[in-house]
């Protein structure tokens, strides 16, 4: 006589327990990528970002580790903390800090065209300058421009007058 047993439910479920090992990986590889833009930061950028006592602490040491071997093995363990805790805030928080110094780049780059700009070309690009800015106060820009442009002249580079003439733009440019 045959003797029938009932199915085995744990014989048919796939063996998938989770994320593959090299999915797996890649997040360790990113975490540790971010523990060291957190490593890059200052102690005021780091403690705003209300990290985990823990993780704090060992981002601080790794700072101070010279030796090749051991800040590799400390940057390891602060991607392994960093895999216990929800990193969406801290990589949303470091792309704001990312975009704000890009935009203070751009500004920075903006300012020293018009410098470049307002140098060579003299009248016609203070021109151009208040007509992009009507509330400009020519008469100043104007003695601004002509220190600026006497001290290039005199030395071929830049000096205190050059330097006002960028500060200057930037606060018109804001």
Excluded: C, N
Aim: hydrophobic share 40%.
């Amino acid at each position: 006589m045959k003797r029938y047993s009932k199915p085995d439910p744990q014989a048919d479920a796939p063996l998938f327990d989770g994320p593959s090992k090299s999915v797996r990986k890649r997040e360790a590889q990113r975490a540790q990528a971010l523990g060291e833009e957190l490593i890059a930061l200052s102690d005021v950028q780091l403690r705003e970002l209300e990290l985990p006592e823990v993780l704090y602490e060992a981002i601080v040491a790794a700072r101070g580790i010279s030796a090749r071997g051991g800040g590799a093995r400390q940057r390891q363990y602060i991607g392994k903390l960093m895999r216990d805790i929800d990193l969406t805030r801290v990589r949303g928080a470091l792309a704001a800090r990312a975009a704000a110094a890009e935009l203070d780049a751009k500004r920075f780059q903006r300012a020293e065209q018009w410098r470049t700009r307002l140098i060579s070309g003299g009248a016609e690009a203070l021109a151009a300058l208040r007509s992009a800015y009507p509330a400009l106060d020519e008469a100043q820009w104007h003695k601004r421009l002509e220190a600026a442009r006497r001290e290039h002249q005199r030395t071929g580079a830049g000096g205190g007058a050059s330097r006002e003439l960028f500060r200057a733009l930037r606060e018109l440019l804001g």
